[in-house]
């Protein structure tokens, strides 16, 4: 370069106020790391990217650095006073020492900006405020601040609020470029938009989402719109900034969405490169007229125009007017042109808009479509996720009655008695074993309380042992379809990885293997105990819960009966002794059954010293008539004894014992008889001579009550009697039941206890969301109380390894699921969360609905009949593992569980056309369907055809047929759930909706495209709770490769693995 010495000798003595900064600083030159000489001091002055450096203040420069191809090194340690300049051009580098730290970190500033590159970034910064500047005069935004209105009393600004219906999304608005322009004239554009907020508060930009990627278009008309949901702080003075992208390589277009502060543009060599971008104010958006804006878009120095964008206005339920819009085509390179009119179509009244449901579902995440139907109209979807409050609900009610029924098991088992020294000691290892596993679900529950953070377990927490009972992503997914001329439409379908135990792991298979072998071990072992069916040990469960149910009642209401005697109310005395007589034949009709007979005979060989009587010779038929002559006197009515210890045992005690109930009844049913038919005739007799009545009352309702008391008290007595031998009797069948397996017992109900827990999470789940999306269905509710309720499981679970165990333990979860029965009651609180009551064997669970909304609610379900639900479960291996087990493995598992569940389904279907009548079907089915449809299922499944995709199919039009509930479960509801949910969902369209033909694909790769995601962290991705910018972001917006290998590659991939697994254990 030339310089004019002349000019810069004379620019260095110009007076001190002329330069940017100037002083004392020591400085030599390096070479390396070494000092060339040692550092003199010098008299420097910093002008633009100028140094002059001079002896002293007045002297001449003898020397004039240029800060160009250069950058500034500052040391970071707080006593180190020195800088380096270093220089492109390999020449030796500037050592400069200043007096002080703060001295130095000023010359390190100045001498930073002073090259021409930062200059060049303030007039960019400059020229694009200029540019935000003139498009806020433009759209009347001259207004720098808020006026003194909106200001309360505390200074804080106050912004407006947009207005929309509760629960729905803010604000939604889907975009369109036109005119883009590229950096070279034969360059096909593959364009993207990134979405950027601007809150009014906070000044800070942040990367909200982004569209899909259009290709090979200048005019890209985008089918992913942009949706803010309810919670999201959006006001009418936020601004969003859209910036417009071209990727170079559509496989690195994927963009990290995360909420980040925008600093800075994104670097144009990650495979994209700026276009152009603009910024608007939602409520300019939400006030216009046509609901519609067309910005310009600019360069980031805001001179060049590079095209426009629109902006429109998204309700659901409303299509704009207008223009033709224009979108290449998957199947060709051809534009087709898609009208939109005004149409307005039956909406759905807002029936999910509801604070139970609110209750349940949380943190949702939105995406908008619009897709093209066949006959060229515009159709919504939009598209929910949300995660629910019962992954953690449930399981904690589960387990509190978990330890409520073991407690209540182990003093049952306290109060056997006395028993000889062999029973004693299996009674006492039998307790410490259950013991210690009440306080390992004690501890669970106690840990689950502190749980603090996300609604859900993400998948790398699925080995977790404080989160076992936890499901694994339970979330809701539906999509809400608006056509121009269909009946709007919703479709849910609850994601959840699948029921199992993944922290006791799969070494020795899953619990359907496991309760196999362990029943037949049981059966063959020579344990010195007693053995009893699992249908025996059942039955053992249910008499004693039913005597635990139906003791209390029967007391009150023989309470109640004295009571109602007392005060001579003839009709009070009459319903209590009608509730009194219902719940006492319910109680004895309770132990008619061989099992408590030969338990208590069991029961009596395992006390000291028993000796068996043999059964006495039955009474003739005459003295049964002598017995019942007298049976209403309670004088004659003989007591017995506990179950004696010392004596003979005689088998016909229990039938005496048992008898006496029902004969104690018939003594209070005809005593009140006796004193209804006595005081009809005082009534009659008051008639005639009114004065004698009222005497006779006075001292009619102390006879009452004198009269039934003391067979009352035999009542009780006699049901006290029973209740003691019965308990101990079916104690003793569970004690055989454990001590014959213990502590494999145990295990195996702990590993129960978690895989139906997590199964029953999701079906609550599943059923409350159900019940408010069909509140208004007719058809639907009478089908729920009438028939029960299908609730279809799809699995995408391989039959190999450590899978084939999940799917064992998903299994038998999910057939234990049909011992849970619903039950809709009112609500009494805002806690709308429902209730969970019952045993192992049985559950209720009551599902509380607002009062307007319970009104809605049939006769029947409102007096509380109880719900049925019919689970079944379809499985079809997908994946890489699924080929080596159809290869080299067995897939029996899957065929017989398959084969199992379509004979349910044709049970429930038998069910249903039997007790509902052909109009309860949807509107645009009809029975014939479902008969070739089951048909076809069952062809299928006997084919025993590859990964056959057609079963999960027609599984699932099965199920939506039949208003049933839909879930799809793989290994953590990630990868093969999110394929199955998106193509589900497109097929849906494409055969319900009229979704055009040739946007298939390209509507599968919105729905799948982790681009399109919205702004997410930490607890927002269901797949790994964290982000990164390597591993695809949750659930289905992202595509997956199902792998499907060749025999020479699985061959090569078997003997790595052999090496890998031996290289690790060894």
Same mark, same amino acid.
């Given at each position: 370069? /030339?310089?004019?010495?002349?000019?810069?000798?004379?620019?260095?003595?110009?007076?001190?106020?002329?330069?940017?900064?100037?002083?004392?600083?020591?400085?030599?030159?390096?070479?390396?790391?070494?000092?060339?000489?040692?550092?003199?001091?010098?008299?420097?002055?910093?002008?633009?990217?100028?140094?002059?450096?001079?002896?002293?203040?007045?002297?001449?420069?003898?020397?004039?650095?240029?800060?160009?191809?250069?950058?500034?090194?500052?040391?970071?340690?707080?006593?180190?006073?020195?800088?380096?300049?270093?220089?492109?051009?390999?020449?030796?580098?500037?050592?400069?020492?200043?007096?002080?730290?703060?001295?130095?970190?000023?010359?390190?500033?100045?001498?930073?900006?002073?090259?021409?590159?930062?200059?060049?970034?303030?007039?960019?910064?400059?020229?694009?405020?200029?540019?935000?500047?003139?498009?806020?005069?433009?759209?009347?935004?001259?207004?720098?601040?808020?006026?003194?209105?909106?200001?309360?009393?505390?200074?804080?600004?106050?912004?407006?609020?947009?207005?929309?219906?509760?629960?729905?999304?803010?604000?939604?608005?889907?975009?369109?470029?036109?005119?883009?322009?590229?950096?070279?004239?034969?360059?096909?554009?593959?364009?993207?938009?990134?979405?950027?907020?601007?809150?009014?508060?906070?000044?800070?930009?942040?990367?909200?989402?982004?569209? !899909?990627?259009?290709?090979?278009?200048?005019?890209?008309?985008?089918?992913?719109?942009?949706?803010?949901?309810?919670?999201?702080?959006?006001?009418?003075?936020?601004?969003?900034?859209?910036?417009?992208?071209?990727?170079?390589?559509?496989?690195?277009?994927?963009?990290?969405?995360?909420?980040?502060?925008?600093?800075?543009?994104?670097?144009?060599?990650?495979?994209?490169?700026?276009?152009?971008?603009?910024?608007?104010?939602?409520?300019?958006?939400?006030?216009?007229?046509?609901?519609?804006?067309?910005?310009?878009?600019?360069?980031?120095?805001?001179?060049?125009?590079?095209?426009?964008?629109?902006?429109?206005?998204?309700?659901?339920?409303?299509?704009?007017?207008?223009?033709?819009?224009? =979108?290449?085509?998957?199947?060709?390179?051809?534009?087709?042109?898609?009208?939109?009119?005004?149409?307005?179509?039956?909406? #759905?009244?807002?029936?999910?808009?509801?604070?139970?449901?609110?209750?349940?579902?949380?943190?949702?995440?939105?995406?908008?479509?619009?897709?093209?139907?066949?006959?060229?109209?515009?159709?919504?979807? /939009?598209?929910?996720?949300?995660?629910?409050?019962?992954?953690?609900?449930?399981?904690?009610?589960?387990?509190?009655?978990?330890?409520?029924?073991?407690? /209540?098991?182990?003093?049952?088992?306290?109060?056997?008695?006395?028993?000889?020294?062999?029973?004693?000691?299996?009674? *006492?290892?039998? =307790?410490?074993?259950?013991?210690?596993?009440?306080?390992?679900?004690?501890?669970?529950?106690?840990?689950?309380?502190?749980?603090?953070?996300?609604?859900?377990?993400?998948?790398?927490?699925?080995?977790?042992?404080?989160? !076992?009972?936890?499901?694994?992503?339970?979330?809701?997914?539906?999509?809400?379809?608006?056509?121009?001329?269909?009946?709007?439409?919703?479709?849910?379908?609850?994601?959840?990885?699948?029921?199992?135990?993944?922290?006791?792991?799969?070494?020795?298979?899953?619990?359907?293997?496991?309760?196999?072998?362990?029943?037949?071990?049981?059966?063959?072992?020579?344990?010195?105990?007693?053995?009893?069916?699992?249908?025996?040990?059942?039955?053992?469960?249910?008499?004693?819960?039913?005597?635990?149910?139906?003791?209390?009642?029967?007391?009150?209401?023989?309470?109640?009966?004295?009571?109602?005697?007392?005060?001579?109310?003839?009709?009070?005395?009459?319903?209590?002794?009608?509730?009194?007589?219902?719940?006492?034949?319910?109680?004895?009709?309770?132990?008619?059954?061989?099992?408590?007979?030969?338990?208590?005979?069991? #029961?009596?060989?395992?006390?000291?010293?028993?000796?068996?009587?043999?059964?006495?010779?039955?009474?003739?038929?005459?003295?049964?008539?002598?017995?019942?002559?007298?049976?209403?006197?309670?004088?004659?009515?003989?007591?017995?004894?506990?179950?004696?210890?010392?004596?003979?045992?005689?088998?016909?005690?229990?039938?005496?014992?048992?008898?006496?109930?029902?004969?104690?009844?018939?003594?209070? =049913?005809?005593?009140?008889?006796?004193?209804?038919?006595?005081?009809?005739?005082?009534?009659?007799?008051?008639?005639?001579?009114?004065?004698?009545?009222?005497?006779?009352?006075?001292?009619?309702?102390?006879?009452?009550?004198?009269?039934?008391?003391?067979?009352?008290?035999?009542?009780?007595?006699?049901?006290?009697?029973?209740?003691?031998?019965? *308990?101990?009797?079916?104690?003793?069948?569970?004690?055989?039941?454990?001590?014959?397996?213990?502590?494999?017992?145990?295990? +195996?109900?702990?590993?129960?206890?978690?895989?139906?827990?997590?199964?029953?999470?999701?079906?609550?789940?599943?059923?409350?969301?159900?019940?408010?999306?069909?509140?208004?269905?007719?058809?639907?509710?009478?089908?729920?109380?009438?028939?029960?309720?299908?609730?279809?499981?799809?699995?995408?679970?391989?039959?190999?390894?450590?899978?084939?165990?999940?799917?064992?333990?998903?299994?038998?979860?999910?057939?234990?699921?049909?011992?849970?029965?619903?039950?809709?009651?009112?609500?009494?609180?805002?806690?709308?969360?429902?209730?969970?009551?019952?045993?192992?064997?049985?559950?209720?669970?009551?599902?509380?609905?607002?009062?307007?909304?319970?009104?809605?609610?049939?006769?029947?379900?409102?007096?509380?009949?109880?719900?049925?639900?019919?689970?079944?479960?379809?499985?079809?291996?997908?994946?890489?593992?699924?080929?080596?087990?159809?290869?080299?493995?067995?897939?029996?598992?899957?065929?017989?569980?398959?084969?199992?569940?379509?004979?349910?389904?044709?049970?429930?279907?038998?069910?249903?056309?039997?007790?509902?009548?052909?109009?309860?079907?949807?509107?645009?089915?009809?029975?014939?369907?479902?008969?070739?449809?089951?048909?076809?299922?069952?062809?299928?499944?006997?084919?025993?055809?590859?990964?056959?995709?057609?079963?999960?199919?027609?599984?699932?039009?099965?199920?939506?047929?039949?208003?049933?509930?839909?879930?799809?479960?793989?290994?953590?509801?990630?990868? /093969?759930?999110?394929?199955?949910?998106?193509? !589900?969902?497109?097929?849906?369209?494409?055969?319900?909706?009229?979704?055009?033909?040739?946007?298939?694909?390209?509507?599968?790769?919105?729905?799948?495209?982790?681009?399109?995601?919205?702004? +997410?962290?930490?607890?927002?991705?269901?797949?790994?709770?964290?982000?990164?910018?390597?591993?695809?972001?949750?659930?289905?917006?992202?595509?997956?490769?199902?792998?499907?290998?060749?025999?020479?590659?699985?061959?090569?991939?078997?003997?790595?693995?052999?090496?890998?697994?031996?290289?690790?254990?060894?």
């Amino acid at each position: 370069m /030339r310089f004019n010495a002349k000019d810069l000798a004379l620019l260095a003595k110009r007076p001190s106020g002329c330069f940017d900064k100037e002083g004392k600083l020591k400085i030599c030159r390096l070479v390396g790391d070494e000092k060339l000489i040692e550092p003199r001091e010098r008299w420097c002055r910093l002008k633009g990217n100028l140094l002059f450096l001079m002896k002293n203040k007045s002297s001449e420069a003898s020397e004039v650095v240029i800060l160009e191809r250069c950058w500034v090194v500052e040391f970071r340690s707080k006593t180190d006073v020195s800088i380096i300049l270093k220089f492109q051009s390999g020449e030796p580098d500037l050592y400069l020492e200043a007096a002080s730290k703060p001295d130095c970190e000023a010359w390190a500033v100045a001498l930073g900006e002073a090259n021409s590159e930062g200059l060049r970034i303030k007039i960019q910064q400059l020229r694009r405020l200029i540019m935000e500047i003139k498009e806020e005069r433009a759209s009347d935004e001259a207004r720098q601040f808020l006026p003194s209105s909106q200001v309360d009393s505390l200074g804080e600004p106050q912004f407006t609020s947009i207005q929309r219906i509760a629960n729905e999304p803010k604000l939604e608005f889907s975009l369109a470029c036109k005119g883009l322009v590229a950096a070279t004239r034969d360059r096909k554009l593959n364009t993207f938009i990134q979405v950027s907020v601007v809150h009014p508060a906070e000044h800070i930009l942040t990367r909200y989402s982004s569209t !899909e990627i259009v290709e090979g278009t200048r005019d890209p008309l985008f089918l992913t719109g942009v949706t803010f949901p309810p919670e999201y702080p959006i006001y009418e003075e936020t601004k969003i900034k859209l910036t417009v992208y071209d990727v170079k390589d559509k496989s690195q277009g994927t963009v990290r969405t995360s909420v980040l502060p925008d600093h800075k543009e994104p670097r144009a060599d990650v495979g994209r490169s700026f276009l152009g971008c603009t910024t608007f104010r939602v409520g300019d958006l939400v006030k216009s007229k046509e609901q519609q804006l067309t910005l310009t878009l600019r360069t980031s120095d805001g001179g060049k125009t590079v095209g426009t964008i629109e902006v429109n206005l998204v309700k659901m339920g409303e299509f704009e007017d207008g223009q033709m819009g224009h =979108i290449t085509t998957d199947a060709q390179d051809q534009k087709c042109a898609l009208v939109r009119e005004c149409t307005t179509p039956e909406g #759905l009244s807002g029936k999910d808009n509801l604070p139970s449901l609110n209750a349940v579902l949380k943190n949702p995440i939105c995406k908008l479509y619009r897709f093209p139907t066949s006959d060229n109209k515009w159709m919504r979807i /939009r598209e929910q996720m949300a995660e629910t409050t019962l992954s953690f609900h449930v399981p904690k009610e589960l387990i509190n009655l978990h330890i409520k029924e073991d407690m /209540r098991r182990n003093q049952e088992l306290k109060d056997l008695g006395e028993l000889a020294p062999h029973w004693d000691n299996m009674r *006492k290892s039998v =307790i410490a074993h259950c013991d210690q596993m009440l306080s390992m679900y004690q501890d669970t529950l106690a840990e689950l309380g502190k749980h603090t953070g996300s609604s859900f377990k993400s998948s790398c927490s699925k080995g977790e042992k404080t989160l !076992e009972f936890i499901p694994i992503n339970l979330h809701l997914q539906r999509m809400h379809v608006h056509s121009p001329r269909l009946k709007d439409a919703l479709y849910d379908v609850i994601t959840v990885g699948a029921p199992a135990a993944h922290f006791q792991g799969f070494k020795n298979g899953g619990l359907r293997k496991l309760l196999s072998k362990f029943e037949a071990e049981r059966r063959n072992t020579g344990y010195q105990c007693i053995y009893y069916s699992p249908e025996n040990t059942a039955k053992a469960k249910e008499v004693l819960s039913n005597i635990n149910h139906l003791q209390p009642l029967i007391s009150s209401h023989a309470d109640l009966l004295l009571n109602s005697a007392s005060q001579h109310s003839p009709d009070s005395l009459k319903n209590s002794l009608k509730m009194l007589s219902e719940k006492t034949e319910l109680f004895v009709h309770a132990f008619k059954d061989q099992l408590v007979r030969s338990a208590l005979l069991a #029961l009596y060989t395992a006390r000291p010293g028993c000796v068996i009587k043999k059964p006495a010779v039955p009474r003739n038929s005459a003295e049964e008539g002598d017995d019942l002559k007298h049976q209403d006197h309670p004088s004659q009515i003989k007591r017995q004894d506990s179950i004696p210890h010392h004596s003979e045992y005689d088998e016909e005690e229990w039938d005496r014992v048992w008898a006496n109930v029902g004969k104690s009844l018939n003594c209070v =049913i005809a005593m009140v008889d006796r004193l209804l038919e006595k005081d009809s005739s005082k009534i009659k007799e008051g008639e005639n001579d009114p004065s004698a009545a009222d005497c006779k009352v006075l001292h009619a309702g102390g006879d009452w009550y004198e009269q039934l008391y003391p067979l009352v008290i035999t009542l009780k007595d006699c049901m006290g009697e029973v209740v003691t031998r019965a *308990k101990q009797s079916m104690a003793f069948v569970l004690l055989q039941e454990l001590a014959c397996g213990l502590p494999q017992c145990l295990m +195996l109900t702990l590993r129960r206890d978690i895989v139906f827990s997590q199964a029953l999470a999701g079906l609550v789940c599943g059923f409350i969301i159900k019940l408010h999306t069909s509140l208004h269905d007719q058809g639907f509710l009478q089908q729920l109380h009438t028939v029960g309720l299908l609730v279809q499981y799809e699995g995408l679970l391989s039959t190999y390894s450590e899978e084939a165990g999940m799917l064992e333990d998903m299994a038998v979860g999910i057939s234990d699921l049909q011992k849970v029965m619903f039950k809709v009651i009112e609500a009494k609180s805002e806690d709308f969360l429902p209730i969970i009551t019952g045993r192992r064997e049985h559950y209720v669970i009551e599902v509380q609905l607002p009062a307007k909304m319970f009104e809605l609610l049939p006769q029947e379900i409102k007096e509380g009949k109880l719900l049925r639900m019919y689970p079944v479960l379809f499985n079809v291996g997908i994946n890489e593992q699924q080929t080596l087990a159809e290869r080299f493995g067995d897939t029996t598992l899957q065929e017989n569980i398959n084969q199992e569940n379509l004979e349910l389904l044709k049970e429930y279907y038998n069910l249903f056309t039997e007790k509902m009548p052909p109009d309860c079907l949807p509107h645009f089915q009809e029975q014939n369907d479902l008969k070739g449809l089951l048909e076809n299922l069952h062809q299928n499944i006997q084919a025993k055809r590859r990964k056959n995709v057609e079963i999960m199919w027609l599984a699932a039009t099965i199920c939506r047929k039949l208003n049933g509930v839909r879930f799809t479960c793989c290994k953590s509801a990630k990868d /093969r759930t999110s394929m199955s949910v998106t193509l !589900e969902q497109c097929s849906i369209l494409r055969d319900e909706h009229q979704l055009h033909k040739d946007f298939f694909i390209r509507a599968l790769d919105c729905m799948r495209s982790r681009q399109t995601q919205g702004a +997410l962290n930490e607890s927002d991705d269901p797949e790994t709770g964290c982000l990164t910018d390597n591993k695809p972001t949750s659930r289905h917006f992202y595509p997956v490769a199902l792998l499907l290998v060749s025999s020479h590659l699985l061959v090569v991939w078997l003997i790595l693995s052999l090496a890998l697994l031996l290289a690790k254990y060894q």
